[in-house]
């Protein structure tokens, strides 16, 4: 994955992931950190943040298929 795609993908994440996602996993905040700056517990900025990992690997698989596509569809017209 390469840096644009991955931005752009953090970018479609609803705002509440993406926040948590950015805290935790971009800017090496702990959890007890990242859940008093959000005004959340510690248990829910967990959960958040599996949920938006989950939400990511979605949106990243969902845009390789995507790209799947469209090459088998050039690569058709390109034979026919």
């Known amino acids: 994955i390469d840096r644009i795609t991955l931005e752009r993908a953090i970018g479609e994440l609803p705002s509440g992931y993406?926040?948590?996602?950015?805290?935790?996993?971009?800017?090496?905040?702990?959890?007890?950190?990242?859940?008093e700056l959000m005004g959340c517990?510690?248990?829910?900025?967990?959960?958040?943040?599996?949920?938006?990992?989950?939400k990511l690997r979605l949106i990243l698989k969902a845009g390789r298929?995507?790209?799947?596509?469209?090459?088998a569809i050039e690569?058709?017209?390109k034979t026919s």
Do not use: C, P
Not at 19 to 29: K, P, R
Not at 41 to 54: P, Y
Not at 65 to 71: D, F, G, L, R, V
């Open 75 to 77: 690569l058709d017209r």
């Open 65 to 71: 298929a995507e790209q799947t596509a469209e090459k």
């Open 18 to 35: 993406r926040n948590v996602f950015v805290l935790l996993d971009i800017e090496g905040y702990k959890h007890n950190e990242a859940a």
């Open 41 to 54: 517990t510690t248990g829910n900025a967990k959960s958040q943040l599996h949920k938006a990992r989950m």
